[in-house]
């Protein structure tokens, strides 16, 4: 008997309601005549009852598989689950939600920052290490608040890895590391609730 070998896809998007082929949600090792055929076999029809998440465990895959092909010995690699994302056609974004998203985050930045530097003093720190280097009283010593506001920037530009959509290296941002622990958390969350095999009632 030929051992097929799966790796189910963790996460994988649809645009449309369409029906759900093995290749869409697992990679397949087997002979090439066979593969092509496994590869084409229909798992799921995805209809508006679904909303925008389906999952289909591997339980389900290799039963339907091992009816279909009993001569073959299917094991499973990898997630063991498949998560299904239906996306609805997106709209276009308007130029004005955007600006006014953006004005929106720069004030409250601004302001953050504006606070921050008021709570510690970051005026007062300024003029005393204007007094201590030139032993001179200013009350706004431009020469040092102005490179350090430059620098301020760039420093946040440099943490976080970005310019627009260019990436200064290959090292992930904090923030992007966030968002994917928030969406780890996110898929393991859906693949048991959403799992018609499990008992979603059932406690944790």
């Known amino acids: 008997m030929e051992i097929v070998y799966l790796r189910m896809k963790k996460s994988i998007a649809v645009e449309k309601l369409q029906y759900v082929k093995l290749k869409h949600i697992a990679y397949t090792s087997a002979q090439t005549e066979i ?3 496994l590869e084409e076999t229909l798992i799921y029809r995805i209809t508006q009852k679904d909303n925008n998440i389906v999952i289909i465990d591997s339980f389900i895959i290799i039963d339907h598989l091992t009816k279909l092909w009993p001569n073959l010995e299917f094991q499973v690699m990898g997630p063991e689950q498949s998560i299904i994302r239906v996306e609805k056609h997106k709209k276009k974004t308007s130029v004005l939600v955007v600006s006014f998203v953006w004005l929106l985050l720069f004030i409250g930045t601004a302001m953050t920052i504006m606070n921050f530097h008021y709570d510690v003093s970051m005026q007062a720190v300024q003029q005393k290490l204007h007094y201590l280097l030139t032993g001179e009283r200013n009350e706004y010593p431009l020469w040092i608040q102005i490179p350090y506001s430059v620098g ?11 310019w627009f959509k260019k990436r200064f290296n290959e090292e992930p ?11 780890q958390d996110l898929d393991r969350y859906v693949s048991y609730h959403e799992n018609k095999l499990n008992d979603n009632h059932a406690p944790d």
Do not use: R, V
Request: proline share 4%; net charge neutral; charged share 15%.
């Open 35 to 37: 593969k092509k055929q």
């Open 173 to 183: 941002s904090p923030l992007e590391i966030e968002i994917y622990n928030y969406q």
């Open 152 to 162: 301020l920037g760039l420093g946040m530009l440099l943490y976080f890895n970005h």
